[in-house]
């Protein structure tokens, strides 16, 4: 606890980046978020009035630092740019402060530096323009201070975790002197250098970020020698010459009971926090644990009105000291604010991380904070000093309402609702709210302190509810229109009607899915097929591949039947019987239906000619050729012309009946003969006789017979109208008279 | 056959035998006994045949000629040369007593029938409808035959321009004269 003593409080006044309250300036969280016992051990912080617990003070920037990639960092809450190397002097220069021999040869290497080669370790970087600057300084110890996360129990392995490398665990040189005395420090952890301190070299925010405060002077106006005498500040680059920060209002402090008898409080017009007047209101020094107990009590009767009295975090009670001032000055100087009772050593309510045994406290008017619960081991007394106002945290909670599901979260506070749907925001700072509905939701907006279904901005002047409104939508997978179609090419569009489509799948049918929150739908489409109708007639058959996708080829095998032919072929009203081949036909690439449509026809049988032969005497039809199927029959017609008979028919198997001349089953050419015989009565065509006429009468009455001529060449009435024997087929009576008379001349043929 | 029984039957194929005998003898004494009665006329000894034409003749139509088959009776015969029947049975007379055109005349014996064709010889054929032939024929045991006697067959009638049949017209025998 030895080292702890090196430490020189500071004020540590902050001005708040934003507008909000009468305040110039907030003092910063002190980034413990976690509570703990007195015998250290964690508990639940609600209701312990723990600095866990209120995390009173402005809230950190996310993240909290950013590297800027050229050797220095940003601290994104303050606007300071420190060197990224934490101990640079070691690594730039490490014979910098290496003590010397007589001949002035650096002997060693030394881990740290006094006070006084720290501040000439700055002007030689600011001579050498290192980085490409010359306004290089040692921080105050305000800047120091603010680089200090207490929630961490090593604040230099945090750091070199946040972009910064070579942070040393242990004190780091400010250039802030207390008041006649030595210069302050500030401790980064429990490290022990065998000579001086560290230089961590800082330069004012030059990088317009969005910092959330820029830190107050420390109250140093004066440079002290190392006899602590009064020196000239010119050049030296301590903080009573540079007096970084916002300055103080005046008055710093306003005595409310000035106004109102009955307040007995002091309100901090640099920081906005509201005092007790009476710095040692209990009467009596007390434990850790009895002063958070004395708080509650008063809030409890409500003192003074108010029921928010608080211990303050350690950092609300060093923005009370004055670096400026030695006790007696800042006890006088307070006192002439309207405190009372002011006692050297006052309880914070943080805990310490690397202790947790332990809470700091402050020595005030020395201007160090140390740790301690309770006062086992120490002689000192520590008292309690309540406070209220300032930056506290402002309960949020966020209510979710309808049917729906989902989360909110904000910006800042922790609230991922979800799970934690309450927080706490520092007073003034705004929050937005963002509602993400599930999948099977939607939001439909707020109520409560937002409105609108948009992010919510919420700023935290008081205490807020907001209730986030989602209302279930159920998404189903649903198939589009493209579902149970037949398709020529694959669906692209309007693949499902709700959901979400995966990639289709297949070449025809094709298969995709539609995926929703509550249910998936399996989606298929079909490739377009087609129909290869066939119509035929018998005797054969045409067989086509059908139905056919789209595309496709299509076979058509073409059969006919035994001695048949394909006789006409047609694909849709359109001949193809020239593009038939082998008894195939292919249709390729098919895109519509067809109709295909086949006649058969018998294989013709062999045919022959059969001729008829023209001559005398008749006149035979047809008179030409006639070809005739093969094992069938013709017939023609054989006329006798005037004046003669037909005689005989011959040829070609036929057999005469009447005029009409059948030919037997044709098996070969042939040639059909006729004969006649003139109707003349007399053989040699000259004029009958008496003899010829009784001839006929003796054949008429059966007395002889006539040969087929005879009979032809006397059967010679009756006569034609043009007087030539016409004959009846017959011998008669007026065949011998007809001869009779034409054998004495009558008649003319 | 027995001996017994040829015996038998020769005996009474002589008994059969006798019988007809006596009876032929008894036939012949009793035809002996005419020629005690007086004489009778002498027997005919020709039949003259007249051939007219029967029906209507239908106008502006003209006849060649006409064949008939006539049956003679019994004892009726025509005059022969050989074999051909004489030129004198036959004779146009009436209408065709003009025509050059000798009948043609064929006689079967077997049948009796005498078959018939007579022709004139006008180019233009004849009008009339009346006697066209003569036929004489031969008598023989006292035939007496008449008209009646001599039954007409086969008649035709035809005509003088193409020489068909005439519808309704025939040949008959007019009369017959015995001598």
Redesign the interface.
């Known amino acids: 606890m030895k080292q702890f003593l090196i430490i020189v409080s500071s004020f540590i006044i902050y001005h708040s980046s934003i507008a909000f309250g009468a305040a110039p300036a907030q003092v910063p969280q002190t980034g413990q978020v976690n509570c703990y016992n007195e015998s250290g051990t964690a508990v639940i912080c609600t209701g312990t009035g723990q600095d866990g617990e209120l995390q009173t003070g402005v809230a950190w920037p996310s993240p909290r630092f950013t590297d800027n990639g050229d050797q220095s960092v940003t601290d994104n809450l303050t606007g300071l740019v420190w060197t990224k190397d934490a101990n640079l002097r070691k690594t730039r220069d490490p014979l910098f402060g290496a003590e010397l021999d007589s001949a002035g040869v650096p002997l060693s290497v030394v881990s740290g530096v006094t006070w006084q080669q720290a501040l000439e370790y700055v002007k030689k970087l600011n001579t050498e323009s290192y980085l490409g600057h010359t306004d290089w300084r040692l921080p105050n110890i305000n800047e120091l201070k603010s680089l200090k996360n207490i929630g961490q129990s090593n604040p230099s392995t945090w750091l070199n975790g946040q972009g910064f490398s070579n942070v040393q665990s242990y004190f780091y040189w400010s250039g802030t002197q207390v008041a006649h005395h030595s210069a302050d420090s500030e401790y980064f952890g429990f490290g022990n250098p065998s000579t001086g301190y560290y230089i961590w070299p800082v330069r004012s925010g030059q990088y317009g970020g969005s910092s959330s405060l820029t830190l107050p002077k420390t109250g140093t106006t004066s440079c002290y020698d190392a006899s602590y005498l009064t020196v000239s500040c010119s050049g030296t680059g301590m903080d009573g010459e540079l007096q970084v920060g916002t300055a103080w209002p005046t008055p710093r402090f306003t005595d409310n009971s000035l106004v109102s008898s009955s307040d007995k409080t002091v309100t901090d017009n640099l920081t906005g926090l509201i005092w007790s007047k009476d710095a040692n209101l209990p009467t009596t020094s007390k434990t850790w644990q009895q002063a958070l107990d004395y708080i509650k009590s008063l809030n409890s009767i409500s003192y003074l009105g108010h029921n928010d009295w608080r211990l303050p975090n350690i950092y609300e009670l060093e923005s009370l000291i004055n670096k400026g001032l030695d006790r007696e000055p800042w006890i006088t100087w307070l006192n002439g604010y309207g405190f009372t009772n002011l006692k050297d050593y006052y309880w914070s309510s943080s805990t310490s991380a690397s202790s947790r045994i332990d809470a700091w406290f402050s020595n005030m008017p020395y201007e160090k904070s140390e740790v301690a619960k309770d006062l086992h081991g120490l002689t000192m007394d520590i008292y309690t000093w309540p406070v209220r106002g300032g930056l506290v945290r402002l309960p949020i909670s966020v209510t979710k309402s309808g049917t729906g599901s989902g989360t909110v979260t904000s910006s800042t506070g922790g609230i991922n609702c979800g799970s934690t749907c309450s927080g706490a925001i520092t007073t003034g700072m705004p929050v937005t709210l963002t509602a993400t509905p599930d999948s099977s939701s939607t939001f439909t907006g707020w109520t409560g302190a937002c409105s609108g279904t948009g992010t919510c901005t919420v700023t935290m002047d008081a205490s807020k509810s907001v209730t986030a409104n989602f209302t279930f939508t159920a998404t189903y997978g649903a198939c589009g229109s493209s579902n149970g179609l037949s398709l020529i090419i694959a669906p692209t569009s309007n693949l499902c009607n709700s959901g979400t489509a995966t990639t289709v799948t297949g070449s025809g049918p094709w298969n995709w899915f539609c995926t929703g929150s509550n249910s998936a739908a399996s989606c298929s489409a079909n490739i377009q097929t087609w129909t290869i109708n066939t119509g035929y007639t018998s005797n054969g058959t045409v067989s086509c591949t059908s139905p056919i996708k789209n595309g496709a080829t299509s076979n058509c095998a073409i059969s006919p039947a035994s001695g048949y032919l394909l006789a006409s072929f047609t694909d849709n009203s359109v001949s193809k019987i020239g593009v038939v081949s082998g008894g195939a036909y292919i249709i390729t690439g098919v895109s519509a239906n067809h109709q295909i449509a086949a006649t058969f026809s018998l294989i013709p049988p062999p045919q022959f000619a059969v001729t008829p032969t023209n001559g005398v005497g008749y006149s035979i039809s047809p008179e030409t050729a006639q070809m005739v199927n093969q094992n069938t029959t013709a017939s023609f017609t054989v006329t006798p012309t005037s004046g003669f008979g037909i005689s005989t028919v011959t040829g070609c198997n036929g057999s005469l009946n009447g005029t009409t001349f059948t030919t037997g089953s044709i098996t070969a050419n042939c040639t059909i003969s006729v004969t006649t015989v003139e109707r003349s009565a007399s053989p040699s065509g000259a004029t009958p006789t ?1 003899s010829d ?2 001839k006929v ?2 054949a ?2 059966g ?1 002889t017979a006539l040969s087929d001529e005879e009979k032809i060449r006397y059967d ?6 043009n007087g030539i024997p ?1 004959g009846n087929g017959i011998i ?7 001869i ?2 034409r ?4 008649g003319s043929w | 056959m027995t001996i017994s029984n040829w015996k038998s039957n020769m005996k009474n194929a002589l008994q059969y035998f006798s019988f007809t005998l006596v009876l032929f003898l008894l036939v012949a004494c009793g035809g002996g006994g005419e020629k005690d009665k007086p004489a009778t006329p002498a027997a005919k000894t020709t039949a003259t045949l007249k051939i007219t034409l029967t029906g209507t003749l239908p106008a502006s139509t003209t006849i060649s000629g006409a064949l008939f088959s006539l049956t003679l009776p019994a004892n009726v015969t025509p005059a022969m040369n050989g074999a051909i029947v004489a030129n004198s049975v036959v004779s146009n007379s009436g209408t065709f007593a003009n025509s050059t055109l000798v009948p043609q005349v064929v006689y079967t014996a077997a049948t009796s029938k005498l078959d018939v064709v007579l022709s004139n010889s006008d180019a233009s054929g004849v009008t009339q409808v009346d006697e066209v032939a003569t036929i004489t024929l031969q008598l023989a045991n006292s035939a007496t035959p008449n008209a009646a006697s001599f039954p007409v067959s086969a008649a035709s009638v035809i005509d003088a321009a193409l020489y068909n049949s005439i519808a309704g017209m025939g040949v008959s025998v007019a009369s017959v004269t015995l001598q």
């Open positions: 008496i006429a009784l009468l003796q008429f009455i007395g010679v009435a009756p006569l034609g109208v016409q008669d009576g007026a065949d011998i008279i007809l009779l008379r054998s004495i001349g009558i």
